[in-house]
């Protein structure tokens, strides 16, 4: 149960706390530690005392093969792995992330965590966090990249390594970042090279298309928020409702993309 005391200005240092016994300061406390840009501020108010040597890392991965990716394809999934490197094995980890557009919204969503991490929402901005101390220093989430023209993507951790006694005395905190840039399209082909058919409406608002080759669909609205993400095989058809004026990409399995901006009855 959570106390309406671990809330009051009295305890305020404790809300500077992602506490050793937690199950994460997001759910625990309703707040946004991750140093991203509009966070309140990190751990290291009482995290700070600990004799380990850390550092925070992410690795973004495409799905299939597990290699290490340097740019998204709007709409794509990919694997967001968190190391905490360092420590001893009488240690516990925690983190918590998230990832951010220059506008300071949402880069993208999160989805399916590993065991030992959970997903919360904090003011609107998604974030992943440990679900309990882990023995485990590696935590992973699928990530859906932003619809095209986003921009870059940076992500933010604070970790912790913590030594179990409950309290913050003898924790050791450290942050993480990295910027992931949209892929520009350059090498991948575009709609000039194709002559892939325009998604059909058969009334107002439900759109129908088959893909040509197997690939990726993506579809978002006009701010780039996805609406639809699908992987196809080759002559599979798709159908979707959406109003508005929204983006309707493919990216087939070969690098060819093309792109619709289509209209709604």
Known sequence: MKHASLFVPVALVALMALVASSSGVAEEQGRDRTGAPGSDPVCTSCHNNGTASISASFEILDWNTEEAVTEY?????????????????????????????????????????????????????????????????????????PGAGSGTADFYM??????????????????????????TGDGLGTSLDLAWERPVQSMPGTWNWTAPVAGRLVVTDLAGRVLRAETLASQQASSWTSSGVNVVSFLSRDGARQSWKLAAR
Do not use: C, K
């Open 158 to 183: 604070s970790a912790l390594a913590v030594n179990g006694n409950g309290a913050t005395s003898g924790d050791t905190y450290a942050a993480g970042t990295l910027s992931l840039p949209e892929a």
């Open 73 to 145: 394809l709007p709409g794509q999934d990919y694997l967001v792995r968190m190391v905490v490197a360092g420590g001893d094995a009488s240690l516990n980890y925690g983190v918590q992330a998230t990832a951010v557009l220059g506008d300071e919204s949402n880069a993208g969503t999160f989805t399916a965590v590993s065991s030992n991490a959970q997903l919360e929402d904090v003011g609107g901005r998604h974030i992943v966090e440990h679900s309990a101390p882990s023995a485990a220093n590696v935590f992973d989430a699928t990530w859906t990249a």
